[in-house]
């Protein structure tokens, strides 16, 4: 008779139970789950909950809330979390890569952009977070140019790399080796699109 709540979401019990129409002492047998899941993600920036009857007479819940990931500008600068969802801006967001080159559509907040450049965007951060932590912390812009090219931009020196947008995985896998060999202390631009094969540009100073 007692609901237990995990999760990334920071609410309160007495909210959830607020929202969800659950009662503390009641049989968890004589509790609505599914009016009280639906409650729960029709809260602006839930993307997933479950609820289960646990041992003891219990009611677990886990909400999982959208988290920002990139920013976007769609009229306004948003942030977008990982599922595609628009998210207000916010004083304590981290820095965050800003994802440029084009126009996208408006898209209200807690929506969803379903916009193809966002899939991959959101793909090549991804992979360079599982590949390379450290250079996905420095990863500062990801632009789409005119041509098919993935750019991405790096702090502090603002190197540029670029990407096959078909072939991103592979692209990362090279890139990560590449930095992990210590070969970019002098290159501004590493063209990444051509296999194996690496066109770099060298400048003074030091880049990735």
Known sequence: KEVTVSGN???SQDSILTI????????????????????????PGVV???????????????????????????GNLNAISREGMILPMDSKLPVLPLVSG??????RCYDHMKDPDIAYALE??????????????????INFGDDDALKLYFSPAGTEV????????NGIQRLAAIADSGLVSDT????????????????????L
Request: hydrophobic fraction near 40%.
């Open 9 to 11: 979401w920071k609410v």
């Open 20 to 43: 969800t129409g659950l009662e503390r002492g009641k049989s968890v047998y004589k509790q609505d789950l599914k009016f009280a899941a639906s409650g729960l993600m029709r809260q």
């Open 48 to 74: 997933q909950c479950s609820l289960k009857r646990g041992y003891f007479s219990t009611i677990d819940i886990n909400v999982t809330k959208a988290e920002p990931a990139l920013l976007v500008n769609s």
């Open 102 to 107: 084009r126009r996208f559509a408006a898209v």
């Open 124 to 141: 090549t951060y991804d992979a360079l977070m599982v590949r390379s932590p450290n250079l996905s912390s420095r990863l500062s812009e």
């Open 162 to 169: 670029l990407l096959d947008r078909s072939d991103i995985q």
């Open 188 to 207: 501004a631009v590493f063209d990444l699109r051509f296999g194996p094969v690496m066109v770099e540009s060298a400048i003074g100073g030091s880049a």
